[in-house]
């Protein structure tokens, strides 16, 4: 007689089709092809033209869709932009009658959309069911709360304008619904452009936002490719980008925005860690890499596609995925009982094969199911590559297919190095029963998002989003709808006023300079301040300084691209400043607004000579700069993170991080106060900073070195690089330690930065030349300022047996 056991592990699955005839009359329905949805009504394409949407599990046609070129991103600006004043106008709590609404129609009509995900991307029903389409309604939900929320929880914000929204195709609803919901919960309004691979369930949500009757221009949805995708980026009516994708097309976009005015955030590629530790619950860390690299056929952003194995367990762990990875179910991505669907499209096939084959050639072993592949469609096995070496292209480059590469380690911190050495810094995956160690690595890693004993959890109420070249802003909670509020002060900003820079003096730097009797006495050269000393520039040139009534002042070191580097060489290596008590940090200071005031005397009598204002006046900012240096002393152990409410039995930490090491580039207005008003919060969070003092003025900010050396700021802590400003800003931008910066100066300095800024994709915060009252209270100070020295990583500890 036949054992159960037996019959278990021989038993095939009968078909479990989900039924697809309401998508398919849909589609019937639209046969002679789908448009923009502009104005609140269907618009073909100024120019005629279309392309064709493929089922990419059965390769058929399934719609023909317009391709949009300018004159349509135009027309759908335009809309957006006589939207918006109304729009924005409304209540919060009417905007949040819209977007319950939404939420609700998305689950009135949840089969019908998880179909049509399914059948456009090839992903499995399983996955759209019971994962996508509920968080969609569930974003929705959640921001309707925001909207509700908005005028009591941020009274000095209001919306930035236009949202230009351009969205991959793995998740194309879901990605939808993250940048959707938050920008029209702030008020804004939002032209979008969905993959070209999956534009269908956008045109669903067309019509879900007729049924609510959302007010027309408010969404508009523009389809086409990466060249319709330039030309929003390019529009001058858009106020915002929000992008997700590739690094590559990141980057691009970083570009084409640099000095444009337009806020970024940028949701980009991952190659995120799965750490296995020995003492971890192994078979529980199998069916964590299951959801990790083969839900969604590997084709998400945050996948764990890097297996960090500590060594002892290795071996066994494999034995067991392998075992397990047999058991995944390939095929027609509607039926119920599928794990792994299609591939998007041939040519992202085209890719996983030609990177697979990539690690083979490079020394990998390419460890793949038996299961055979349907006939018809784009599909690949779940795959398995061992033996890879870190620096391999496998181990480096993002694969997004169903392929996860395999290393091993010894030690803790040989895992967090190898799980450090990629440029990207999305997620991570930390596997061990030991809970101390999964905290500490969390720490240390690198990333956004880090899952412990878990992976790939996500909720509307915990931001999303990545460090280093995974982008920069987050989507979800708190942190994400104020990626689309803009404060008061910084939208009524004017221009500043232009001050002559410095004259370059030819001549070496001179001990000495001469100066009338009437002005205070300079006795010596300020140089620049690096690693806790005065050291002379490489340049061995100087700039002389001229006081209001035109006569020289002093004279100011001119640093260049080597004291930039040696600079933040010195920041890097600060790192203890990071680490030390929030009370520590407090407390140097404070020490540092003692001293400074022991002084205020001197250096009001300075500012007074060099800058066109009264004795008076300058001791004013002098005594508005220690009276910052107390606000963010008292500011460094408050600005702390949130426990945020998403999963049951999980604890979600939002920690703020400081980046590591900052630049700031320091405007002439005010110059020593919006030095102070710069480069204190970056260090109150325990940035380490490479400074750059106004031009013009810089004299009145560099006797800070002495306030600094008797304040016990640790060596390296705040380095200061005086010189020409642009120059200065554009090598800082560049260079890769640094990983965010502040610019507060011209407009096209502000546009050099930004561009520079596309190598690493650091994260910038750049004025466009405009003014800032740095004596205010909202202005010139305030949680905005720690918000921008900050990046928010989400920690989710699950608990319970
Ligand atoms: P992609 O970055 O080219 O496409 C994403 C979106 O950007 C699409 O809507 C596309 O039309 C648009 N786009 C393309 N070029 C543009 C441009 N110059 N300006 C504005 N918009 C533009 O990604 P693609 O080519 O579909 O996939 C290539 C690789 O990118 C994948 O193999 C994967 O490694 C990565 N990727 C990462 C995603 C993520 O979520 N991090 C999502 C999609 C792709």
Not at 13 to 30: F, I, K, N, S
Not at 180 to 197: D, H, M, Q, R, Y
Not at 551 to 569: C, H, M, S, T, Y
Not at 620 to 648: L, M, P, Q
Request: negative net charge.
């Amino acid at each position: 007689m036949p054992r159960v056991k037996d019959i278990l592990q021989t038993m095939e699955y009968g078909p479990a089709p989900e039924a697809d005839d309401h998508v398919v009359a849909w589609l019937d329905r639209h046969a002679d092809g789908f448009t923009h949805y502009i104005d609140g009504a269907y618009s073909a394409a100024r120019d005629g033209a279309s392309f064709a949407v493929t089922d990419p599990a059965r390769s058929v046609r399934l719609a023909t869709v317009a391709q949009g070129g300018a004159d349509d991103i135009d027309a759908a600006v335009a809309a957006a932009r006589r939207a918006f004043p109304r729009w924005s106008a409304l209540s919060g709590h009417a905007r949040a009658r819209y977007l319950y609404a939404i939420a609700r129609h998305v689950q009135k009509r949840e089969r019908f959309l998880a179909v049509l995900e399914s059948m456009d991307n090839g992903k499995p029903i399983r996955e759209t069911r019971d994962i996508d389409i509920p968080l969609v309604a569930r974003h929705f939900y959640h921001h309707a709360g925001w909207a509700e929320l908005i005028e009591s929880e941020f009274p000095a914000f209001g919306p930035i304008g236009v949202c230009g929204q351009i969205i991959p195709w793995n998740f194309p609803l879901l990605m939808l619904a993250w940048k959707i919901a938050p920008a029209l919960a702030a008020g804004n309004t939002v032209v979008l452009k969905p993959a070209e691979f999956t534009p269908l369930s956008a045109l669903a949500f067309a019509e879900i936002c007729r049924e609510v009757g959302l007010p027309a221009g408010v969404v508009n949805i523009v389809l086409g490719d990466g060249a319709t995708g330039a030309a929003l980026v390019a529009h001058p009516g858009v106020d915002k980008i929000a992008f997700t994708g590739s690094t590559e097309v990141g980057r691009h976009i970083r570009e084409a925005t640099a000095g444009s005015g337009k806020r970024l955030s940028l949701e980009l590629g991952g190659k995120s860690p799965f750490i296995v530790f020995d003492d971890a619950d192994l078979d529980g860390a199998v069916e964590g890499v299951v959801d990790a690299i083969w839900f969604n056929q590997g084709e998400v952003c945050c996948a764990g596609s890097r297996l960090l194995i500590q060594e002892g367990v290795a071996e066994r762990f494999y034995a067991k995925l392998k075992r397990r990875m047999e058991t995944l179910r390939i095929g027609d991505p509607l039926d119920k009982s599928t794990d792994i669907g299609a591939i998007v499209a041939p040519v992202q096939l085209a890719r996983i094969e030609e990177l697979v084959e990539q690690g083979r050639r490079e020394g990998g072993r390419v460890w793949t199911v038996s299961a055979p592949l349907p006939a018809v469609g784009c599909f690949y096995r779940p795959t398995l590559i061992t033996e890879v070496d870190p620096a391999s292209t496998v181990a480096q480059v993002e694969i997004f297919g169903p392929v996860a590469v395999a290393m091993t380690f010894r030690t803790p911190d040989e895992a967090i190095a190898l799980a450090n050495n990629t440029p990207y810094g999305l997620a991570a995956s930390i596997w061990s029963e030991n809970i101390n160690l999964t905290l500490d690595v969390a720490a240390k890693v690198k990333a956004g998002v880090v899952w412990i004993n878990s992976t790939n959890l996500f909720d509307a109420g915990a931001g999303f989003g990545g460090y280093k070249e995974s982008g920069f802003g987050r989507e979800g909670g708190r942190e994400g709808i104020l990626e689309y509020l803009v404060a008061d002060w910084d939208r009524a900003a004017a221009p500043a006023a232009e001050v002559a820079p410095f004259a370059l003096s030819a001549a070496p730097a001179a001990g000495t300079v001469g100066h009338p009797a009437t002005l205070p006495p300079i006795d010596r050269t300020a140089k620049l301040y690096i690693g806790g000393k005065q050291t002379r520039p490489d340049s061995g040139y100087s700039a002389t300084v001229f006081d209001v009534a035109g006569a020289p002042f002093g004279q100011v070191a001119l640093g260049n691209r080597k004291d930039i580097r040696n600079a933040v060489e010195a920041a890097a290596k600060a790192t203890s400043w990071s680490s030390v008590t929030a009370h520590n940090r407090a407390q140097v200071l404070y020490y540092v607004a003692e001293n400074l005031s022991a002084r205020e005397a001197e250096f009001s009598r300075r500012l007074a000579a060099l800058t066109a204002q009264s004795l008076e006046s300058a001791a004013r900012e002098v005594a508005a700069a220690i009276a910052r240096t107390f606000w963010y002393a008292a500011w460094a152990d408050k600005f702390d993170g949130a426990v945020h409410a998403t999963k049951s039995r999980h604890v979600t930490l939002a920690i703020p991080e400081p980046w590591g090491v900052m630049g700031i580039v320091c405007p002439d207005e005010a110059p020593l106060l919006a030095f102070v008003s710069l480069v204190l919060p970056a260090l109150a969070v325990g940035n380490r900073v490479v400074a750059i003092p106004s031009q013009a003025y810089a004299l009145a900010v560099l006797d800070l070195y002495q306030v600094l050396d008797t304040s016990d700021v640790p060596p390296g802590v705040l380095n200061i690089v005086s010189g020409e400003r642009e120059v200065l800003a554009t090598v800082l931008a560049q260079h890769d330690e640094v990983a965010a910066i502040w610019y507060a100066g011209s407009a096209p300095g502000s546009a050099a930065v930004e561009r520079a800024c596309a190598g690493n994709m650091k994260a910038s915060w750049v004025n466009h030349g405009r003014g800032r009252d740095w004596f205010s209270a909202h202005a010139g100070q305030g949680r905005e300022y720690l918000r921008h020295a900050t990046q928010v990583k989400n920690i989710w500890v699950p608990y319970g047996e």
